[in-house]
């Protein structure tokens, strides 16, 4: 790779860098430990906080833990079970659509 490409990656906004630059990064900045096993997101995070740099403000959704969904899920999926036993259609209908809805949230 020649010097000004390295330069170029240094340069660009680290939102617009891959997961693959930012970790190259972070292993040069030498103060961030465990960078091969963070997601763009982390090292993003990471690096700034290692250059005391501040995040830029954005619209970002709120921000759930998968955990937190998938147990939602769970406990959503025993209620439409319970009211698919009951007999009630339209309820367990409406339960398969948040649980649907849920799991849709977790591949963002």
Do not use: F
């Amino acid at each position: 790779m020649a010097k000004k490409e390295k330069a170029d990656k240094k340069e660009r906004p680290l939102e617009k860098m891959t997961a693959k630059d930012l970790r190259e990064l972070a292993i040069s900045l030498g103060s961030i430990t465990g960078a091969h096993g963070m997601n763009k997101e982390e090292l993003m995070g990471a690096i700034r906080e290692a250059r005391g740099e501040t995040a830029p403000e954005t619209k970002a959704a709120k921000s759930v833990p998968v955990r937190e969904i998938k147990a939602k899920m769970t406990e959503l999926r025993a209620k439409k079970a319970e009211a698919a036993k009951a007999g009630d259609k339209k309820r367990a209908e409406i339960l398969r659509r948040k649980v649907n809805r849920l799991k849709k949230q977790t591949r963002g």
